[in-house]
């Protein structure tokens, strides 16, 4: 079996159980930011929670073993920056509120027949592509330069574990701990057995990923990145391979896209949800081209996006991963604010 074949048959693996996860478990992200913020239910919060938790002591325990490259992930060879995590992440979350999804779950809403979301995957592919090499590939190189680094100086664990001389397994595993503490010590949690199996779906999905790239970056001779699932560039490369795939392209990001969306339809048709949906009004579709647009430029300047950044880079604790949710819930939390009650604060009140 060639490499490009076995990497996508991983990546369509890993993209069945997400697919599955968001049409049969609720995994959404920007479902459980608002579920937090306005239905005051963390069900979901606590479901990315175990997934980050599983995810960071999966990947290190199997990084320990050496059948993981973490440091040859892209998340701890790129030096993050600050201002790109948080600019592009605000940009990020606040297109995910208004267009509705992330890309995620853009891909398994498509899956269940709502043909909005192939709008807006399509949006997502461009601005994703055109911020890769195309016209605003300028901006995005200017404003913040690529720069290669060390895991030493982009992973928590590995900082952590020179600052204190002590194992990164070993912090590692003591911030999964605490992280899943946050899931597992809540019971209505521990009583939904749905949303416990949803989270292994997610993180075997990421898991799937880095042993399987990890094995080709070994063994191929050719250069195959370290990486797993994320939903943006890799939704760009999907649409290329689609229109040039007699020339090759083939891929991880290709088999996990079309995972997803196998996943997806297999769920609704499970649960009995699947139909044919479509726009409902042209502000609906303006909504959805300009979040799409933000989510494609914003999750290419952060690096990642709700999976890529909130489970893949978290999984290696880059330090980009934290900094980049909190400006993606940010940029969420305005965005659904303006969705739900508008832009109308208590100064603007007084004064009229």
């Known amino acids: 079996m060639s490499e490009d074949i076995l990497a996508a048959l991983a990546g369509l693996a890993g993209g069945v159980l997400l697919g599955l996860a968001a049409r049969l478990g609720r995994f959404c992200t920007l479902g459980a930011i608002e579920d937090a913020l306005y239905g005051k239910e963390w069900l979901r919060m606590r479901m990315w929670a175990f997934t ?190 689609l229109m040039t795939a007699s020339g090759g392209g083939l891929s991880f990001a290709v088999g996990s896209v079309a995972g997803v969306l196998g996943g997806a339809f297999l769920g609704s048709l499970i649960k009995g949800h699947f139909r044919w949906e479509a726009c409902d009004d042209p502000r609906e579709l303006r909504r959805q081209i300009l979040g799409g647009f933000l989510m494609g430029t914003g999750g290419v300047i952060a690096l990642g996006c709700t999976v890529g950044q909130g489970i893949s880079a978290f999984s290696t604790l880059a330090i980009s991963a934290p900094v980049v949710m909190l400006s993606i819930i940010g940029g969420a939390a305005i965005g659904l604010r303006q969705l739900v009650i508008g832009f109308q604060f208590a100064f603007w009140k007084r004064q009229s």
């Not at 911020?131 to 100086?153: K, L």
């Not at 070993?170 to 503490?181: E, H, V």
Request: with cysteine; net charge negative.
């Open 52 to 241: 980050i938790s599983l995810s960071i002591a999966a990947t290190f325990l199997l990084a320990g073993q050496g059948v993981i490259a973490l440091e040859e992930t892209i998340y701890l060879t790129q030096s993050w920056n600050p201002w790109a995590c948080i600019i592009g992440g605000l940009m990020f979350g606040y297109g995910m509120a208004i267009a509705g999804s992330c890309g995620f779950g853009a891909l398994a809403r498509l899956g269940g027949g709502d043909m909005r979301y192939f709008v807006l995957s399509l949006v997502i592919a461009i601005s994703a592509a055109m911020a890769v090499g195309g016209p605003t590939a300028y901006a995005r190189t200017f404003f913040f330069p690529p720069e290669t680094t060390t895991a030493s100086s982009a992973g928590i664990a590995h900082r952590l574990a020179q600052t204190f001389q002590v194992p990164e397994l070993a912090i590692a595993l003591l911030i999964a701990a605490g992280i899943g503490l946050f899931a597992l010590g809540n019971r209505e949690f521990l009583k939904t057995p749905r949303a416990i199996i949803a989270s292994l779906a997610v993180a075997s999905a990421i898991i799937i990923g880095w042993l399987t790239t990890t094995y080709l970056f070994v063994e191929s001779f050719e250069a195959i990145p370290v990486a797993s699932h994320s939903f943006t560039v890799p939704v760009g490369d999907t649409l290329m391979y």
